[in-house]
């Protein structure tokens, strides 16, 4: 038997379907029937080579539900649960952080660890089926897997995809009182993300920037309280609306999540002195932008973070929230078109022109 998986052999080639070997399980691996895996803008970014020591050729695809097939001496999941052959369940798309090195042990921060690797980005084809957009994945010893908690399904954490743990991991950074005014600038994924978690943690206003006017709506039903349009409102209104919400001190709170370098200065702009700015939609280098730094950051007294990827919490605190508050939380409704591996392709040329929020590639529409 053959396995059908889409690599993405360089930057800029047109991405191929290849036949590959059934993978034999060693002592610890799990192999899922992959339900769905999403297309993120960093899968744009790495087609166009805009991440470092990217292992090309790839299989993207870094966030994926699927069904547990086969496991080699593995009986549950990550947190001790029974874990059977047919369970639907998404694993941590990071693995092999070490747990030895000076970042994980003296700073303690193994998003930094250099032995990180990520499914579907830092693991090369040639290493196997280890990215979702593929028929099986294969999960290695360790990898860790997260049954789904109930009544969540494979859409409802697909939709939200990556940007569902980066945007709930922007708000832990952020941390935003209760009652704070939070902008969110960006309504992809990570966006939406943040709006909700924001909205859900307590803001007291959650304003979303944005485009086009889909996304906005989303931005609306997860919990955005006011929305500006990025193509209706030039930026000195977008000002002016923020500053007209909070008394001309601007926002307590900003997140960045646009991934374009022109978001930055305004975000300053936006933020009140002392206030704090998060930026997380950089996961790729998409330039520099020139921010003056006695105005935005030394006299404005500003706290400003970097978000770099998630950790295991961000995924098992964003999963349970979306469980328990599943009604408010609808994310399965950002999914805009569904792909099969052929469409590959055209996945990532729709999400790279916005003509889709969340893309999604469902290998199992090609084979029914
Ligand atoms: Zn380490
Ligand atoms: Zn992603």
Redesign the pocket.
């Known amino acids: 038997m053959s396995v059908n998986a889409v690599v993405m052999l360089a930057p800029g080639k047109p991405l191929e379907v290849r036949e590959f070997a059934d993978p034999a399980l060693e002592p610890g691996a799990v192999l899922l029937e992959t339900i769905a895996s999403e297309v993120c803008g960093t899968d744009v970014h790495l087609h166009h080579g805009r991440l470092n020591e990217v292992p090309y050729p790839i299989i993207p695809g870094h966030v994926s539900v699927g069904r547990v097939l086969e496991a080699r001496g593995v009986s549950t999941d990550v947190l001790g649960r029974p874990l059977r052959a047919g369970d639907v369940v998404t694993f941590y798309d990071v693995h092999e ?5 000076w ?2 042990l003296v700073a303690q921060q ?1 998003n930094r ?4 690797r990520v499914y579907g980005i830092t693991y090369s084809a040639h290493d196997g089926l280890l990215g979702g957009w593929a028929e099986r994945i294969y999960l290695k010893p360790g990898v860790k897997i997260f049954r789904l908690p109930e009544p969540l399904s494979a859409d409802d954490v697909i939709g939200g995809g990556c940007g569902l743990f980066t945007g709930f991991a922007a708000v832990e950074r952020a941390a935003p009182q209760m009652g704070d005014v939070v902008v969110v600038q960006g309504a992809g994924a990570v966006g939406l993300s943040a709006a909700a978690f924001a909205a859900l943690r307590g803001a007291g206003t959650v304003i979303a920037i944005g485009a086009p006017a889909a996304r906005l709506e989303l931005a609306r039903l997860l919990g955005a309280d006011l929305t500006l349009l990025l193509t209706e409102r030039s930026a000195e209104e977008r000002e002016a609306a923020v500053r007209d919400l909070t008394g001309g001190r601007g926002a307590d709170v900003v997140i960045e999540a646009a991934g374009n370098p022109a978001a930055i200065p305004e975000g300053f702009r936006l933020l009140r002195d002392g206030g704090t700015y998060v930026i997380a939609g950089h996961y790729t280098d998409v330039g520099s932008v020139a921010v003056n730094f006695h105005a935005d950051v030394n006299r404005k007294h500003a706290d400003v973070r970097g978000q770099w990827g998630t950790e295991f919490r961000h995924v098992y605190r964003a999963l349970t929230l979306l469980a328990k508050h599943h009604a408010r939380l609808p994310f399965a409704r950002v999914i805009g078109a569904r792909y099969g591996l052929g469409d590959a392709n055209r996945a990532l040329s729709d999400v790279e022109q916005l003509r889709v929020t969340k893309a999604i590639i469902t290998p199992g529409l090609q084979n029914r």
């Open positions: 952080v070490c747990g030895r090195c970042h994980c193994p660890c250099p032995n990180r």
